[in-house]
């Protein structure tokens, strides 16, 4: 079964380093998306991304992050100066299509990267 | 976007009948009820979805009573493995793209 896959399993860096989160979506799906969640809390929306550029943020996801679909499989997440606060974990995930009508279509998630910020 | 109610958490034994029940008052006519799930250290997982009555699949059920307004998340006899928080989850904020708005979830602790 096809799966989304991300790298590293965990990263650790120094506070206002630079770090870029890799995710490889599952082929033949469409929409990228990235979530957090920071221990002990809840799952958090970030970003959303369709046909090379952003369809939408949340209010987290301010200049200090970035996304890039720099080829045809590869999607990164890039965090331009860490904060203590970006400690958390990080999901990709992908989907084929928005379905319209207020159905979900299924996401797809990866492992995660957890983020540690020193 | 609808909000949801779950519990924080419940206890069962292995081999129960494990029923989570959400809330979702302000649920809007389009709106489909999804559950996922999330092993610890992992990413959410889709369950089940549904619009109404019950919907079932090798995984879990699901049961939407006719007004819409709660559903249940049924899983037959439950492992250790079935241990997890479960998100109930409903309909789409109404943007283009289908994020993903997690609530608490309910953690479900399942002993021997």
């Known amino acids: 079964e096809p799966e989304v896959t991300q790298t590293p399993s965990h990263q650790v860096t120094q506070m206002g380093q630079e770090v870029i989160l890799r995710c490889v979506p599952i082929?033949?799906?469409?929409?990228f998306y990235w979530y957090r969640q920071i221990l002990g809390q809840k799952v958090e929306f970030l970003v959303s991304?369709?046909?090379?550029?952003?369809?939408?943020k949340s209010e987290i996801f301010d200049d200090q992050f970035s996304v890039e679909r720099p080829d045809g499989s590869n999607f990164t997440l890039k965090i331009r100066s860490t904060k203590l606060e970006d400690s958390a974990m990080y999901f990709c995930?992908?989907?084929?299509?928005?379905?319209?009508?207020?159905?979900?279509?299924?996401?797809?998630f990866g492992p995660g990267t957890r983020l540690t910020v020193l | 976007l609808a909000k949801t109610t779950q519990p924080i958490s419940m206890d069962s034994y292995e081999g129960q009948e494990v029923n989570i029940t959400c809330s979702h008052n302000?649920?809007?006519?389009?709106?489909?009820i999804t559950w996922y799930q999330q092993f610890p250290s992992q990413g959410p997982r889709f369950i089940i979805q549904?619009?109404?009555t019950k919907v079932t699949n090798e995984v879990a059920s699901l049961f939407i009573p006719a007004d819409r307004k709660s559903s249940t998340l049924s899983l037959p006899r439950v492992s250790l493995s079935d241990t997890a928080v479960y998100y109930c989850?409903?309909?789409?904020?109404?943007?283009?793209?289908?994020?993903?708005?997690f609530g608490t979830g309910t953690l479900l602790a399942v002993q021997p």
């Open positions: 989850l409903v309909g789409d904020d109404g943007g283009a793209t289908n994020k993903l708005i």
């Open positions: 995930a992908s989907n084929d299509g928005g379905l319209a009508g207020g159905q979900l279509d299924t996401q797809y």
């Open positions: 082929s033949n799906h469409l929409y």
């Open positions: 302000n649920i809007a006519t389009n709106d489909y």
């Open positions: 991304f369709y046909n090379n550029e952003i369809s939408e």
């Open positions: 549904g619009y109404k």
